[in-house]
């Protein structure tokens, strides 16, 4: 079960080098925030069990979105890409409420894909371009691609001006509600960039369970702070 969520729910971007430092600072993010994301490509892969294990369960399970971003996708991992997916396979077996994995590692990687649906955990599956926004045809597609490994699917990409803005809010149109399993299907899709701070609040009133903010240095590009977005949610009501 997840955080309560209102209209304008949010989810705080945690990026910490330190066991101590990531936990102290999820703790401090879900005290202010319905959900943190917790950047476990800024640790030391063998330092995550750690921290992953001293987190309150109901914390991990109920509110808290993990990822292992490589650096092609806008993250810090160091290593290969096998050691990356021998990672994202440890961090299932915790059971997050969510776990990040981009759409192009798991088309890559049949037994990645296998090993976390076999886990049980939710699959939030998501897609970056840090150069470009595509057509809408082709963001179309992509997205209903991305529905075929979960009905939990999120898109970001770099705009340049208020057009590229708008097409990344116009697929909730297309999105389609029932999932494979029956249930709902969600979506995350904004843009990235000074041209798409707005579509991170705009996303909300489109569907998106949460929209991604920072607590005080912006993870992401044209991320808003929690007081920013807070701001503009109440402007919005």
């Known amino acids: 079960m997840a955080a309560k969520r209102n209209r304008y729910s949010t989810c705080v ?11 102290k600072a999820l703790l401090e993010a879900l005290r202010r925030s319905e959900y943190a994301e917790a950047r476990l490509d800024y640790m030391r892969p063998d330092d995550v ?3 992953l294990g001293s987190l309150p369960p109901d914390l991990l399970r109920r509110r808290i979105v993990c990822t292992v971003r490589n650096r092609r996708d ?3 991992f160091e290593g290969q890409e ?3 997916y021998g990672m994202l396979d440890r961090v299932a077996a915790y059971r997050p409420f969510m776990l990040d994995v981009e759409y192009d590692a798991l088309k890559r990687s049949r037994r990645l894909a296998g090993a976390l649906h076999a886990s049980g955990t939710r699959l939030l599956v998501s897609w970056h371009s840090f150069v470009r926004t595509p057509s809408p045809d ?9 529905f075929r490994y979960s009905d939990h699917v999120k898109l970001a990409c770099m705009a340049k001006d208020a057009d ?3 097409r990344m809010l116009e697929l909730y149109r297309w999105i389609g509600r029932e999932g494979a399993d029956g249930g709902r299907r ?3 899709s904004f843009a990235m960039g000074d041209a798409g701070r707005l ?3 705009l996303c909300m009133q489109l569907g998106s369970p949460y929209a991604y903010v920072s607590l005080g240095r912006a993870v992401a590009p044209g991320q808003l702070s929690l007081g920013e977005f807070r701001r503009l949610g109440r402007v919005l009501k």
């Open 186 to 188: 969600t979506l995350i």
């Open 138 to 146: 082709a963001l179309r597609r992509r997205m209903q691609e991305m």
């Open 199 to 201: 579509t991170r609040v």
């Open 13 to 23: 971007s945690v990026a910490r080098g330190s066991p101590a430092a990531m936990r």
């Open 82 to 84: 096998g050691a990356r």
């Open 49 to 51: 069990p750690g921290l």
């Open 164 to 166: 590229e803005s708008i």
């Open 74 to 76: 806008g993250g810090r």
